[in-house]
């Protein structure tokens, strides 16, 4: 990790790539990086920001948001809703009220 923190979503983007999301330090971040795998060293790059910091103590739950293709995810964090769109490697947030 290029960084020391934790609580951070995860999900699994693609055969070769993850992509982290989240997590606590000294408070919430809005931090969105991909981890591309490789053999011989993997490597990251940034990501689009969650538009509300947050942080996920279960990291890898997500739902399909319903009538969508399967590339509509929904996760639930600490301080808002998370809507993934898998083709445009997009985050839009809800606040929970």
Not at 4 to 9: E, I, N, S
Not at 20 to 33: E, I, K, S
Not at 61 to 69: E, V
């Amino acid at each position: 990790m290029p960084m020391p923190y934790f609580d951070m979503g995860c999900l699994q983007v693609s055969s070769d790539e993850i992509a982290l999301f989240g997590g606590f330090d000294d408070g919430a971040l809005d931090r969105v990086l991909y981890y591309k795998t490789n053999p011989e060293d993997g490597s990251f790059r940034e990501g689009q920001k969650l538009k509300t910091r947050d942080f996920f103590v279960v990291n890898g739950m997500y739902i399909k948001a319903p009538n969508a293709d399967g590339k509509q995810l929904i996760f639930a964090g600490h301080n808002s809703i998370h809507h993934y769109d898998m083709d445009k490697k997009e985050f839009k947030s809800l606040p929970i009220q």
